[in-house]
């Protein structure tokens, strides 16, 4: 039910850092009004993009709207170097150039994409969609795309049933190492907190400058394999993750500077 909340917040702290980061603030010193009036003036009038795809090179005509523009953003901000194009993505658009935002986005909702959505439906359906009575995106920029595509196919969608107490927190003493990106625009730090809190024998790690996926990021693989080597996970010296920053954004096509 939080999809939308924490879309917002990822994108509220890319906000931020773009105006902390010198460049970045004097390249796009107006970059959260332009984007509200970037979905201002979308909700009000959808626009024809020409969208060339990213692999194909094919011309796809695709209607943009405010909706689909911040579905777009959501999984961009999935990855760490994508999510440095951002602002330049939004300013872009505001000047009325959609190409950028659009090829971005079309790389992770296209047809090539490796995702079954019938699969997804019968876990969903049966999981997730059990514990929610609403998206709960009232007054978001970002919606709950995925509880308002699954509403209705959850209706007519055949599922299991889960056992009573399948949705309890797991506790357990078994060595476990949990990490989480600090950027992450769907499953942010603080679920990790929340899952360790009934794990006697963790470490949470929580690694800045990253999106969604941290284990091939920076030092985490040198960490995982210590903990495989030597189920410790409270003795894992996690103070390397420190230099793992957000990259710069980029201030024009030329690059962050």
């Not at 514990?131 to 308002?148: E, H, K, M, V, W």
Request: aromatic share 8%.
């Amino acid at each position: 039910a939080k999809i939308g909340i924490d879309a917002q917040a990822a994108f509220d702290k890319l906000i931020q850092d773009c105006h902390n980061e010198p460049n970045c603030h004097e390249a796009f010193p107006d970059l959260e009004a332009h984007f509200a009036e970037l979905l201002r003036r979308l909700k009000e009038e959808p626009v024809q993009v020409a969208l060339r795809h990213p692999l194909t090179g094919q011309v796809l005509d695709v209607t943009l709207s405010d909706v689909l523009t911040t579905r777009f953003m959501r999984n961009i901000l999935y990855d760490r170097n994508l999510s440095s194009l951002l602002p330049l993505a939004i300013e872009e658009a505001y000047q009325g150039r959609y190409q950028t935002l659009t090829t971005m986005g079309y790389a992770f909702i296209g047809e090539d994409m490796p995702l079954s959505l019938g699969m997804m439906a019968s876990v969903l359906c049966a999981e997730d969609m059990q514990r929610t009575s609403g998206p709960n995106d009232a007054g978001l920029q970002f919606d709950n795309a995925i509880y308002r595509f699954l509403q209705p196919v959850c209706e007519i969608w055949p599922t299991g049933k889960v056992e009573p107490g399948y949705f309890d927190p797991v506790r357990s003493d078994v060595p476990t190492l949990v990490s989480s990106g600090m950027l992450d625009p769907v499953t942010p730090p603080k679920y990790g907190e929340e899952t360790i809190k009934h794990l006697t024998n963790a470490q949470h790690i929580m690694v800045p400058g990253v999106g969604h996926g941290t284990l091939m990021r920076g030092c985490m693989p040198k960490l995982m394999k210590q903990f495989i080597d030597e189920l410790e996970p409270q003795k894992l010296d996690a103070s390397c993750v420190v230099d793992m920053k957000r990259p710069a954004f980029f201030a024009s096509y030329a690059g962050p500077v």
